[in-house]
């Protein structure tokens, strides 16, 4: 006998996946599954779509088989002690530890920044990266640039291995990154391969790598294919050649000064006037000293300038730039490059035999002065040269708006690079003492970590101050974080004393409870330092 109730669940039919998806997007009211109204549709579409999904997945053949991947490669480097371990984990979880509420640091070290002066003492000592860091190691890296070489020289060729199996590590196995995957370079074979059908970033290691060991078969590589290179490609092969650069260069310098490409031709010509006995900065000398020289007819005798009316065809072949930037001058713009470009050995003969201390103390006329020693400074530089970067400088007692050779912090820090690590300590240790820190985080930033003794002295005596004048921690917070990574781990001893809270008096309101926490967080930072070369040792 017939009824009228309605079929169970389980022994309705079960519509196609496409019916299903049909009444899910249109919705049940419009579309409701077959055999079901009202209320009751929802709940059976997805009891249907259950029982579809399952089929679906139990008729699905399966396919056949990846191919496994290749067995890592051994790395047979010592393994870390594991102390240094564990640390490497906290470290590596540090990085990505939420910022403390409110901005405010506290008194706990800053891991993130202490994770490149890890590794770096872990890649000094030859150690390799356990297994089950890698991958942490590698998103640390992906995450930070600065990162990348230390972090792919700890995880080795396993590092490697594991980021050709992850598109996101991609980035270990181009250009520089590839450390392992690079030819050796006295494989001529395998480096003339990489360097015909290599990606551009391989063939820039590569290039690096064979100039690094053989400068000439560097230039060799370089040169046979040039004229077939991109513009873009040529600048920044060029741009290798500055590792090793010597006097063999000269020849294939001066041939790329007739490239079609201007970048390419400014890059040559910088690289020949960094060789001081070049055609090129014999020709910027000669033009140079036409335009700089001595007036003793006065009654002290002083430098005249006489700037060059025109920028020649000749100029322009030996790298000078034409049009100057917005707001400067052009015959200013050329006296620079002129400056810039002739070697500094011809200006004592100019002078009269004088020192280089002795012509950058010379007066010079028509306000020519700040644009000539700008120029020194950048000449100094460009070839590597102490004794005149040490003229340049002057004493560090000197006002910096008032020294002689430059006003600018930046131009003294590159200055500083060219001095000894000791000699540099010393001069900015003295700076810092005649000037407080507020100008001498550049020149900070140049100096041999850990800093020397008198360095670290001086920046405590004036932290120390600065509390004192009732100043508060955050105005020399880069200071602090430089401290906390440069200081050497021995000064935590003396920095105890000021991480105790002063009296309320002795500060502005509030400063002294800042100072406390700021001097506390400096010497845990130190005192974990101190661990974690003990840890490596």
């Given amino acids: 006998m017939p009824t009228s109730e309605a079929p169970s669940a389980a022994s309705r039919p079960v519509p196609a996946w496409e019916e299903l998806v049909t009444s899910a997007l249109l ?35 399966p396919g056949p088989a990846a191919a496994l991947p290749e067995r890592a490669p051994d790395d047979p480097r010592p393994p870390l002690p594991e102390a240094a371990r564990r640390r490497l984990d906290r470290l590596l979880a540090g990085r990505a530890a939420p910022a403390p509420p409110g901005g405010r640091r506290g008194t706990a070290p800053d891991l993130a920044e202490l994770l490149p002066q890890w590794l770096a003492m872990a890649d000094e000592r030859g150690y390799k990266a356990p297994p089950a860091s890698l991958p942490a190691l590698l998103d640390a890296a992906r995450a930070r640039t600065d990162l990348r070489p230390r972090a792919l020289a700890l995880a080795g060729p396993r590092g490697l291995w594991l980021a050709r199996l992850n598109p996101e590590w991609r980035f270990a196995l181009r250009g520089g990154g590839a450390g392992g995957s690079l030819p050796d370079p006295g494989d001529a074979e395998a480096v003339r391969e990489l360097w015909e059908e ?13 100039r690094a060991k053989d400068p000439a078969a560097g230039r060799e590589l370089l040169a046979a294919g040039w004229a077939g290179e991109r513009a873009e490609d040529r600048l ?8 090793g650069l010597s006097a063999a260069d000269e020849e294939f310098l001066e041939a790329a000064l007739a490239d079609r490409s201007r970048n390419v031709r400014a890059t040559a010509a910088e690289l020949l006037s960094a060789l001081p006995g070049s055609a090129l900065a014999a020709r910027m000398a000669a033009r140079a000293v036409t335009c700089v020289g001595l007036d003793r007819t006065l009654f002290v005798p002083t430098v005249v300038v006489e700037a060059p009316h025109e920028c020649d065809e000749e100029m322009r072949r030996d790298g000078v730039v034409a049009v100057p930037p917005a707001g400067r001058g052009e015959r200013s713009w050329w006296l620079g490059q002129l400056v810039e470009a002739a070697p500094l050995s011809c200006w004592p003969a100019r002078f009269g035999g004088r020192t280089p201390e002795e012509v950058v103390a010379l007066p010079v006329a028509d306000d020519w002065r700040a644009e000539l020693h700008a120029a020194w400074c950048r000449a100094a530089v460009r070839q590597r040269d102490a004794g005149w970067s040490r003229a340049l400088l002057g004493d560090p007692s000197t006002p910096p708006a008032t020294g002689p050779g430059t006003s600018s912090l930046g131009e003294r820090a590159q200055l500083l690079t060219m001095l000894a690590a000791e000699e540099r300590a010393r001069w900015v240790a003295a700076f810092v003492a005649a000037h407080g820190l507020s100008e001498a985080f550049q020149l900070l930033g140049v100096c041999a970590v850990p800093w020397a003794e008198p360095l670290g002295d001086a920046v405590i005596d004036a932290l120390d101050a600065a509390r004192d004048a009732g100043g508060y921690p955050w105005s020399f917070s ?30 502005s309101p509030g400063a002294g409870a800042y100072w406390s926490e700021a001097f506390q967080r400096l010497v845990a930072t130190l005192d974990l330092r101190a661990r974690m070369r003990a840890e490596l040792d």
Avoid: I
């Fill in 236 to 243: 920044m092969f060029l741009d290798s050649l500055r590792a």
């Fill in 27 to 61: 919705g049940t009211d419009r579309r409701p599954p077959p055999g079901t109204r009202g209320a009751a549709a929802a709940g059976a579409l997805l009891d249907a779509a259950a029982r579809q999904a399952l089929r679906r997945r139990a008729g699905l053949r």
């Fill in 198 to 210: 290599g990606l551009f970033a391989e063939r820039v290691a590569l290039l690096g790598a064979v």
């Fill in 478 to 507: 880069g200071v602090m974080g430089l401290a906390e990574r440069c200081l050497s781990p021995a000064a935590a001893r003396r920095l105890e004393s000021l991480a105790a809270l002063p009296e309320p008096e002795d500060t």
